[in-house]
């Protein structure tokens, strides 16, 4: 995934609403018409975006042992 470019920015597209209800009813709409593939494309910008260069190091794994009562 060396090779990842991000999108460009469309801002011709801007929406208003007039309360967060109606904006999150619209966001839920519109991811719920894209496909599994989109959105999982998607949350990989999101992480990309928010880790940057740590985005492509293995998550670490824990293990822990409880001893029930």
Do not use: C, H
Not at 19 to 45: C, I, Q, V
Request: aromatic share 12%.
């Amino acid at each position: 995934m060396e090779d990842f470019e991000f999108p460009k920015l469309n801002k011709t597209v801007l929406s208003i609403f007039s309360s967060f209800d109606e904006a999150e009813k619209e966001d839920k709409e519109y991811w719920l018409s894209r496909t599994p593939s989109e959105r999982l494309a998607y949350m990989e910008l999101l992480r990309r975006i928010n880790y940057g260069t740590a985005a492509t190091a293995r998550l670490q794994r824990v293990l822990e042992i409880v001893e029930r009562k």
